[in-house]
């Protein structure tokens, strides 16, 4: 028997319950691992509340964990008992043991710490296919990003200033605002205080930018298409405010030609090929110092739901983790 958290039913972070549960051998190309961390992430709201489809009731949540393989399936020859590896979904992270996929986890190098992989590997491998796939940021580009301050706009803003991009961001205090100018961003808004389409204007001299990043959602539409320059794009990857309207797609002609995307990384990480190209982009920018990541927080995975509750409350800044 081993400690998770279980989901019976969708609601707040009271839902969220510490059990004792099963695990079984690794059938054929799977994996037995022990987590050491675990990440806590945005979506493991969405799948809380319900607004993401949980796959089954009662489930475990989270999608994003380190640690080391306890044992090894059939057929499985890239890794081996005692192995450290990382991971960003399936879902299933928020416990001390469990089975996977051996096409779904890395290695992780000796140079970056479990707790570091564990806070990365999502917000990481995210922050990647944005800025490299779904538009290819270059010393060109001016981009915003919302929610600079968060665990994927950190990992960005350092990432984007590599690249060699203009890079503006969002947060909602003086001090977020502080801590993304020290990770990558040349400009910051404050929208508690700032109109953030006026002053976007008004750093890029009436021009607007070539791509917006937002996963806030609700509080930053249509706001964020106003940013764009014409044939600009909106990639929208997340809605921490709440959902989005329904869209007529005419806006996007109105607003000049924009492009429009609602992209998810599990579609940018679908082969294994795929995996391994971008989970080597992103331990090779850490490796090398180009991107720090800052895990802020820790939590005992028994007290998830105050993680949740910070998270909403948009307390934490950067990565979290849960320690099982």
Known sequence: MVKAIQISETGGPEVLKLVDLDVAEPGPGEVLIRHTAVGLNFIDVYFRTGLYPA???????????????????????????????????????????????????VAVPDDISDETAAGMMLQGMTARYLLRATFDVTSDTTLLFHAAAGGVGLI??????????????????????????????????????????????EITSGVGVDVVYDSVGKDTFPGSLDCLKMRGMWVSFGQSSGALPD?????????????????????????????????????????????????????????????HRDLEARKTVGSTILIP
Request: hydrophobic share 40%; aromatic share 8%; charged share 25%.
């Open 55 to 105: 796959p089954q009731m009662p489930f475990v949540p989270g999608m994003e964990g380190a640690g080391h393989v306890l044992a090894v399936g059939e057929g499985v020859n890239r890794f081996k008992e005692g192995d450290r590896v990382a991971y960003a979904g399936p879902m299933g992270s928020y416990s001390e043991e469990r089975i996977i996929d051996a096409s779904r986890i």
């Open 156 to 201: 960005a803003g350092q990432w984007a200033r590599k690249l060699g991009a203009t890079v503006i961001g969002t947060a909602g205090s003086a001090e977020k605002c502080e801590l993304a100018l020290q990770n990558g961003y040349d400009h910051m808004i404050n929208y508690r205080e700032e109109d953030f389409v006026e002053r976007v204007k």
């Open 247 to 307: 869209i007529n797609l005419g806006i996007l002609s109105q607003k000049g030609s924009l492009f429009a995307t609602r992209p998810t990384l599990f579609n940018y990480i679908a082969s294994e090929s795929e995996l391994d190209e971008t989970a080597h982009d992103l331990f090779e920018v850490v490796s090398n110092g180009d991107v720090k990541i800052a895990v802020n927080q820790q939590y005992p995975l028994a007290d998830a739901a105050d993680a």
